[in-house]
């Protein structure tokens, strides 16, 4: 890793960077200012720079003549770096070499960042690894008459010789088909077996250690090597699925959609609103299923896979998604004192809330701590590990419905807060889920204020997703673009910054460059949104800190998670408040903790029990009770924050800046 | 009982009877003759009779004058025994005064006879009683601001601390409701609990010992008075039902249907056959599962209770009709080796398969042991008590599909034999069930033979029951009307015994005393098919039997199961050869076994565990494959036997009758 010299002209800095890496992107890094209207789609050829030597790899460089690319020319935003280079940048690229102050760590920061996919196998111990569904092959004596006892004793007895299996139950509808599997399959074939807690074995408040396994798939012949379960993380704004292969450990696909219950309301309240209309509850429970029937289609299709192997679904979601998702009244969690149906809910079969599986697939929803602290933060901190980790740890999942978890193997302390969707992309005049097209990364030129933006994808620009509204907002305040309140300051002298309807606005590419029908900008509603959702995150952890008489500096781990945490870039996290200044070597990301728990329970029956385990010990602190929270969340809405001496570091580096305008 | 004599003139035979005896009844039990023609409905005005001592109680006498009255005339049909009387048969009533042999135990074999309902409460002890389903009533806290747990976790609690019930899981269909419900019953609320194996709990090999309550209903208020169960036996022929109290221990309401799928074939085997042509197996599922709701509808509307007060039903049935009533395929029952889909089926929801009740009820199966060897007699086994007593025992189900098993407390042995559809009624011209209008009683006068016959519920003749069969061709035998072939005697001079297509047949009532379109009659197909049903039986027995090295003689006791048993005539049962010539006193008489055994698991959690263990227990017989079988079954086609060692006094008596051809 970064073992390529990036050398670059005329500034005369030299930076690490790795092989694969985009030139612009390493620019942009180490604050070298590159003009890139277009996003990295390479359309607009503003960003072509001078190889002085070494050599980059180059997919498209249509804006360029031969000549041109004889001479040395190449388009940043098109070229991945191979080896050592020297590159110069041109006036015609180069707007600005001014280079922002960079932390010493910024390399762990750069690592930080980068989402180091935590591998199931990793989470998953030998020991651990014990999927609650199993497939077994197996050969039954063909019946005679001298041993002619029911087709379902013979494969039973079948089990109990071949693999010493025993106590085993069968699905009805199962029960209805065997004897012509049996035959047609000569009599060899490959049973399915689910040894979890099934709608009759749930308790709310105990475990109880026995599981008895039940067969629900028979199949002709040798199948145990097709074998797959579909993991859910149903987030308020976000569904995200992946396809498991149960014998590899191994994701196969991945797939996600818009919740499209956001039609009927942004957030959780509001969807409870609208549940309690006429058919309110069904409409919102059958969106929901038709975008996860979206997903699997999705995982089954892109995945050489027969939808029949997949036998097993798990599901993470906060509590009121899991009540809509199962079509549980949430009328009460809106109500106080805030009492959900269930926070343990029976596992039910797939088919019956309509999604398309086969009939014997049975859906596991994690349970729930209270109203409003769910089954996603229950997966996330089993998939987080600190409930059996001795550190103090505070873990953040921002969504929506932000949720955060403080503790360590001993205790467990937990709150939400309703962040909104602006991370997500969700109440942002042009926000967008962090897909292609999304702006994700962003500079501004400290001479003209003019922007250097890269998306997902490196195409045209679409839109803000919520990582790259971060990274705006943090560079907005640094180049005092806005101020600490959030407002556009109107001595600067741009044409990008103009009034509109929502006070005043920043165009962050003009239409000539989105092929978009308007410019696509960033508003002062918008960044009003996302200072509120940071402040309500910000009063969350300092609320429940309070709790147990800890503060920030007592953190010894935080880990983030969220499938937003993938992308989030930490410094500019912390120059906006979002997170606590704390040393960055504590920080830790886990991306979709939900989603990820989801598929650990898959693997392990053992973990399956400890999410159980986990949402029965954590303890629930009510913000929306604690009288303090609303200050904190007050002093919080000011960039990074009123008070200084929690943001030492950052408020001295945004006031150290000069003001560019 | 019996306390009262009734003193026959001008016979001078003197006999015992009961208060409330019918007197017509008291003198065929006596073998005095009195012409009775209507049945017993007091329609003809022929059986009048003249009291010269004491009184009757008398409930319609249209067909006497008031002068008659006065003198003491009396219709003998319509003559309540209430005290001693002398009476005097006049000429016209009186057409044979001779006297039937009369065995010494004849009052034992009248009451052998006759039902002695076996009540729940004798069989089911304190310690038995222990209903798979209970009510609690319970008080809830309601939630607070401190105490905002989910709904089901404080229904959970406060039955943890009302009740002392712990893991108790929930239906899911019912966790949909229950917030609702909750508040609405202001927090006070009753709970049934299912302490049966629910789907995911069976296990076709061993029985496991824990059984976790499951909470499948709630509802306002106390009810825990109104708590029902229903009970079905299956038949091949007849469906029964009941309801039961589950607090009472008594059963509300009976009632009774054919079995529709007669329509598709009178037997298993033609049913099986039925199943395999397209939709088959559909039809016949729909049909009886139409008829069940018929059942159901009647049971809940003959006694005052409402259907949602139903939380469970048991059903008990033949392999084969358990399957058609599951919708599991019997295809290969028929075939060679004849093996059933399973022997042990899963609980299912009722209403899966149609059964109009509410969504939370399970019907839970009666087990098998074999392809023909079905839960009915799994049921019998288990309300005879046979598997918990010493003595060897022959137990009996006279049935379409006749069922027989030997043993004790230490083993248990079992086959089947297809008697056919003809002690139900089927198969015989006139055949029907034992209701109103069905001939059961009947007597031939030995000068003219002509019938004295009286029928279930006292009105005017519309068919023949399986015991009215059995006691005709009895009658028949003992009269020389037939020979011990089966074939009557046309040297007889009666008007009776005349020509038809199916060879002769005896006239039991003309039209004219059965406002019917046709006469009633018995043809000598009919009485083929009987001799073929009991062959089929005694066969049955025989095999069994020497299987174990025993004789009839071993025999310590007969029970004689079946709706059909409830009715039959023991006497005249041996006397054709269906049941074996052993003392009287060793019989008993169980009524509906499968039914009964229906109702007992119903009522005891211990006693649905026998049955599971029965059926475990029980080793069949494939009468199919025993070669002896046949040659038993043509020796049987005799009356009584062939062998005349085996019916010794049976056959002397029938010898010393004189022909009165």
New interface residues.
């Given amino acids: 890793m970064n073992s390529i010299t990036v050398h670059f002209l005329p500034s005369d800095k030299q930076v690490k960077a790795a092989p694969g890496d985009i030139l612009v992107d390493v620019a942009m890094d180490a604050g070298i200012h590159i003009n890139a209207a277009c996003g990295g789609e390479g359309a607009c050829g503003k960003c072509r720079i001078l190889l002085k030597s070494g050599e980059v790899e180059t997919k498209n460089n249509g804006k360029l003549t031969h000549q041109e690319f004889e001479k040395g020319y190449r388009l940043a935003c098109k070229s991945t770096i191979i080896g050592d280079i020297t590159v110069e940048i041109p006036e015609t690229a180069k707007l600005d070499q001014s280079i922002l102050k960079s932390s010493p760590d910024q390399n762990d920061l750069h690592d930080g960042r980068r989402v180091v996919p935590r591998e199931i196998d990793k989470l998953i111990t030998e020991a651990d690894y014990n999927p609650a569904l199993k497939k077994y092959n197996v050969t039954i004596d063909p019946?005679?008459?001298d041993?002619?006892?029911?087709?379902?004793?013979?494969l039973?007895?079948a089990l109990?010789q071949q693999h010493n299996l025993?106590?085993?139950?069968?699905?009805?509808l199962l029960?209805?088909k065997?004897?012509?599997i049996l035959?047609n399959a000569n009599w060899n074939v490959t049973v399915t077996l689910v040894q979890t807690r099934?709608?009759?074995?749930?308790?709310?408040?105990?475990l109880?250690g026995?599981r008895?396994p039940?067969m629900i798939s028979v199949e002709p012949g040798d199948t145990t090597g097709k074998h797959y379960s579909i993991v859910l993380d149903i987030g308020t704004t976000t569904l995200w699925g992946q396809l498991i292969d149960l014998n590899t450990k191994k994701s196969l696909a991945e797939a996600s959609e818009y919740n499209p219950q956001v039609t009927f309301g942004d957030d959780v309240i509001t969807r409870i609103v609208f549940s309690q209309k006429k058919d309110g509850l069904e409409k919102l429970q059958q969106v929901v299923i038709k975008s996860l029937n979206k997903i699997i289609n999705e995982l089954v299709s892109s995945s050489d896979i027969e939808r029949e192997h997949i036998s097993h679904i798990t599901a993470a979601g906060n509590t009121v998604m899991t009540h809509l998702l199962?079509?549980?009244?949430p009328?009460?969690i809106r109500e106080?004192?805030?009492?959900?149906?269930?926070?343990?809910?029976?596992p039910?079969r797939a088919i019956?809330i309509g999604l398309e599986l086969s009939d014997y697939v049975y859906l596991y929803t994690f349970p729930?701590v209270?109203?409003y602290v769910g089954g996603d933060i229950v997966s996330g901190v089993l998939s987080s590990g600190i409930y059996k980790d001795s550190r103090l740890t505070l873990y953040i999942d921002i969504g929506t419905n932000g949720e955060i978890v403080v503790g360590n193997s001993e205790w467990l302390m937990t709150a939400s807060c309703s962040a909104g969707p602006a991370f997500e992309g969700g109440g942002l005049k042009y926000g967008m889920r962090a897909t292609t097209g999304a702006i994700e990364r962003f500079h501004i030129d400290r001479k003209t204020l003019e922007p250097m933006i890269r998306t997902i994808g490196n195409v045209i620009p679409k839109g803000i997703c919520g990582s790259g509204a971060i990274i705006i907002l943090a560079e907005f305040l640094r180049t005092g673009v806005i101020d600490q309140s959030g407002k556009f300051n109107c001595s600067c002298t741009t044409h990008r910054i103009r009034p509109c309807s929502e006070g005043h606005e920043y165009v962050l590419a003009y239409k000539e460059d989105t092929k978009a029908e308007e410019d696509i900008v960033i508003t002062e509603a918008d960044i009003d949104n996302l200072i509120r959702a940071k402040a309500a995150m910000f009063a969350g952890y300092q609320c429940l800190l309070n709790k147990v008489g800890l503060t920030f500096q007592d953190l010894e781990r935080v880990i983030i998670a969220g499938a937003f945490g993938n992308f989030i870039d930490l410094k500019e996290a912390i120059v906006i408040g979002l997170l606590p200044e704390i040393p960055t070597d504590r920080y830790h990301f886990i991306g979709n903790g939900s989603l990820l728990g989801a598929k650990l329970i898959s693997l392990s029956n053992e973990l399956l029990d400890d999410g159980e385990k986990i949402a029965r010990k954590m303890t629930n602190v009510?913000l929306s009770?604690d009288h303090s929270f609303m200050d904190k969340y007050m002093a919080a809405l000011f960039l990074p924050h009123t008070d200084s001496t929690i943001f030492p570091e950052t408020t001295r580096a945004v006031m150290e800046h000069d003001n560019f305008c």
């Fill in positions: 019946p005679t008459l041993d002619n006892t029911s087709d379902l004793s013979r039973l007895r109990k025993e106590s085993i139950s069968i699905d009805f029960l209805k065997i004897s012509h035959r099934m709608e009759s074995q749930l308790s709310e408040h105990q109880h026995s008895r039940k199962l079509g549980l009244d009328k009460f106080t004192p805030y009492t959900p149906v269930a926070n343990f809910f029976p039910i019956r729930s209270a109203s009510e009770e």
